[in-house]
C-alpha cells in the first residue's frame, strides 16, 4: 500500500489550499480514507475521514472550514481547507488502515502566516 499526499505550502491566514493523496495497492473504494496533522511538539490529531459510503467526519476546529472529499475512480481522496488559520499549521498526512495494518503518506507542510 502506498499513499503519495500533495498540495501543501505557504498561504496568509484566510486563505485556501487543497491537499490530495493518491492510494494504491488497496481496493479503494472500500477503505476509510484520513487526514492527520501534527504541528512540532504536539500529538497528531484527526483532521476529517471519510467513509467508503462518503460519510465525512471533522474535528471541531476544522468544522465548516475544510472539506473531504475522494474519487473513487481515481484512488484519491482530497482536503479543501478553506479560511485557513495560523494554527492550522501542521505536517498534513493522509492515512488509511488495511488488512489490519495502519498505513501513512509521507506528509506535506502546509503553513499559514498571520
Known amino acids: 500500500v502506498q499513499l503519495q499526499a500533495s498540495g501543501g505550502g505557504l498561504v496568509q491566514a484566510g486563505g485556501s489550499l487543497r491537499l490530495s493523496c493518491k492510494a494504491s495497492?488497496?481496493?479503494?473504494?472500500?477503505?476509510?480514507m484520513s487526514w492527520y496533522r501534527q504541528a512540532p511538539g504536539k500529538q497528531r490529531e484527526l483532521v476529517a475521514s471519510?467513509?467508503?459510503?462518503?460519510?465525512?467526519n471533522y474535528v471541531d476546529s476544522v468544522n465548516g472550514r475544510f472539506t473531504i472529499s475522494r474519487d473513487n475512480a481515481k484512488n484519491t481522496v482530497n482536503l479543501q481547507m478553506n479560511s485557513l488559520k495560523p494554527e492550522d499549521s501542521a505536517a498534513y498526512y493522509c492515512?488509511?488502515?488495511?488488512?489490519?495494518?495502519?498505513?501513512w503518506g509521507q506528509g506535506t507542510q502546509v503553513t499559514v502566516s498571520s
Open positions: 492515512n488509511t488502515r488495511w488488512m489490519a495494518v495502519n498505513y
Open positions: 495497492g488497496l481496493n479503494f473504494r472500500l477503505n476509510i
Open positions: 471519510i467513509t467508503s459510503g462518503g460519510i465525512t
